[in-house]
């Protein structure tokens, strides 16, 4: 994995700018500590920070390759699963190939196959092609989304990245928002509008999309989107296929020239990622793979089971990698730690995040970081296969808003009265959900309940999965470690989608289908364990600390965040440490705390970026 940014300007010779673009470069540091390259022509500069992890030496970029008189020249973050595939391909076209790295294979199927070229990709990614003889830039996001690309364009200029951070790095680029920037992050964060940057006139190229610039202007194109059909599978079919697809995902994940490892939370996806891992390191004698796991000091202390988390995961981890002979390593965060790692969770993601839940994954992934560079993560299984209480209760399914943010009027009334100006914000969220239902592919005659079924798929896919999905992003990437998801491969979710709702549900569990397609992989106690989420503090201390610092912000006049909020009613949320809201900020586990921390990171957000209101 890397971090990429690029300009591109009709009216300025960029030559001549190459600092600006080092300046750029620098914000990615952290995603690509290995090595850095800048491309300029006088209209075009494509800047790279590059993560090994595959062919050292010819892998470098910003890449270029010649074709008679056309220049083409690469700068791509992200990972191709099927290289082999595709380079063969290539060559019984005629082409050569000077390495074995992705880069290469991408950057010639695109001069090959041109925009048809992400057709053939299966990998995580985002990418420029610059084409100096067609002065064109091509550009692509894969179809999940797990990698970023932001954008915007300034006069004569496109500028891209893969943070905020690096287009806010370009001099033409101010940190402002308008009230639709702050509805963003109040009403609706920390999930955000697909496509929308929340800072003014930055945008995000969403999943499935590629984006086409030239003299002519600007286009944008969606290369891939779910189709609905009958399914028409058998149920042994249907788990037999669920099996091969998860366990060829997973084997295409594995490549890799240094050290790998996977994430183990003692639970069914992470369990099945690993065992199958391990399985095909043994096959290859290879030394056993290395396990690691996330808790907090106290939290055997102060634990309490709930409906959203009904056991602690301590004793199953350790069921699990003793079963499957991992060297594990467990991490422990102990609460001043994650307190502090709030503000550089912040200048990880570029905007308010999931509080604690960012944090912990930022001090997680440091430590793992000491012994590998690749990990592998269980994310998306539950939003693919439909793991979260709002698939099966049938109160949150039939809710008609976004099941995981029922909070709109509580978020409101915690803004300053008329900072929204003319907007209405209910009715912003409101129009934001219902924007999404209408992308949903219908099934002409499906059931009531079934099509349903899938809107919440499909709400799931585009909004919760994606926030998920960029916080592993922007809490791994800064540390330089790539994590990869192979519950996210497209084939999965495209053949997944179209399951009905009584397979998925099989022996009425979350996730029965994919329990029963991974039978004799895990023990059978593991592999029916009930769902449990990512760990959080329970620890008192952290309730404490961040209800002080809340305070302290509400205390100083010069908070920049009391200009958003209601003053009285955050310090009432302060007071009852949080009861006083109501309801979860977001999601199963940004309750109380998680909130004030929210409001922190708020708070550091517009002082560190110099945040303007206008």
């Known amino acids: 994995m890397c971090g990429i940014a690029g300009w591109i300007d009709w009216q300025t010779n960029l030559k001549e700018r190459q600092s600006v673009l080092e300046t750029m470069g620098e914000t990615l540091k952290y995603r690509g500590p290995d090595a850095s390259g800048i491309w300029t022509s006088e209209s075009a500069g494509m800047v790279h920070r590059r993560l090994i992890v595959v062919d050292p030496e010819n892998g470098k970029q910003p890449m270029i390759r010649q074709r008679g ?57 985002a990418f420029g092609i610059w084409n100096e003889d067609e002065q064109s830039l091509f550009m692509a996001r894969d179809r999940m989304g797990v990698k970023p690309l932001f954008f915007t364009q300034r006069g004569s200029s496109l500028i891209f990245g893969s943070e905020l951070k690096t287009i806010l790095a370009h001099p ?34 969403r999943p499935g999309e590629y984006m086409v610039y030239n003299r002519n202007g600007l286009r944008i194109n969606k290369y891939w989107s779910l189709e609905s059909h009958d399914h028409e599978d058998d ?51 290879m030394a056993p793979l290395g396990s690691y796991s996330i808790d907090y ?57 999931m509080a604690d839940v960012d944090s912990s994954l930022y001090l997680f992934s440091c430590e793992v970081k000491k012994d590998a560079t690749v990990a592998l993560s269980g994310e998306c299984a539950d939003e693919i296969f439909g793991g979260y209480p709002w698939f099966y209760r049938e109160e949150l399914l039939n809710s008609d808003v976004f099941p995981w943010m029922r909070s709109t009027n509580e978020r409101l009334g915690i803004l300053m009265p008329g900072i929204l ?49 960029d916080r592993k992003d922007r809490m791994s ?15 999965i979710v495209e053949y997944v989608w179209n399951i009905p709702w009584e397979m998925k549900f099989y022996k009425e569990r979350e996730k029965g289908l994919v329990r029963e397609a991974l039978t004799g992989i895990l023990p059978d106690d593991v592999l029916w364990r009930k769902k449990s989420p990512y760990p959080k503090t329970h620890n008192p201390n952290y309730m404490k600390a961040v209800k002080n610092w809340l305070q302290q912000i509400l205390d100083d006049t010069s908070s920049p965040l009391l200009q958003l909020i209601n003053k009285q009613r955050v310090q009432e949320i302060v007071d009852s440490e949080g009861a006083a809201f109501g309801v979860p900020w977001f999601g199963q586990l940004m309750t109380g705390p998680q909130l004030m921390a929210y409001l922190i990171q708020a708070d550091v957000w517009m002082k560190k970026y110099k945040v303007k209101l206008i």
């Not at 700068?75 to 290469?104: M, Q, V, W």
């Not at 992050?185 to 955000?192: D, H, I, N």
């Not at 994590?483 to 084939?491: A, E, I, K, S, Y």
Request: glycine share 6%; proline share 5%; net charge negative.
């Open 172 to 205: 033409d680029v101010q940190p402002e928002i308008d009230a639709e920037g702050v509805a963003e992050v109040f009403l609706l964060g920390p999930s955000r509008t697909p496509g929308h940057g929340v800072l003014r006139n930055i945008k995000e190229l």
């Open 297 to 353: 000091v106290d939290n055997d202390k102060y634990f309490r089971p709930s409906v959203f988390q009904p056991n602690s995961d301590a004793s199953w981890i350790k069921k699990v990698s003793d079963f499957l002979g991992t060297t594990h390593h467990n991490i422990v965060i102990d609460t001043p730690q994650l307190v502090e790692a709030l503000k550089r969770a912040v200048t990880a993601r570029d905007l308010p995040g």
């Open 235 to 285: 149920w042994d079919t249907t788990v037999k296929k669920v099996r091969e697809l998860l366990l060829d995902a997973i084997e295409k994940q594995l490549v890799s020239d240094v050290p790998l490892c996977t994430f183990l939370s003692g639970g069914l996806d992470s369990g099945a990622i690993t065992a199958v891992a391990t399985e095909i390191y043994k096959k290859n004698g």
């Open 421 to 469: 100006g003319n907007m209405n914000g209910a009715e912003y969220v409101r129009q934001r959900y219902q924007d999404t239902l209408a992308e949903v592919p219908a099934l002409p005659g499906e059931a009531t309940q079934e099509h349903r079924r899938r809107e919440m798929m499909y709400l799931n896919l585009k909004w919760f999965m994606t926030t998920l999905l």
């Open 477 to 491: 990437m800064a540390t330089g470690l790539e994590v990869r998801v192979p519950f996210c491969d497209h084939r």
């Open 69 to 125: 008189q056309e220049t083409y020249v690469i700068t791509y973050n992200g990972e191709l699963y099927n290289t082999p595939e595709i380079r063969d391909a290539l060559k019984a076209r005629g082409y050569t190939f000077e390495g074995h790295s992705d880069t290469e294979v991408l950057l010639l199927s695109y001069m090959e196959w041109k925009e048809k070229c992400v057709d053939y990709l299966n990998g995580i990614y």
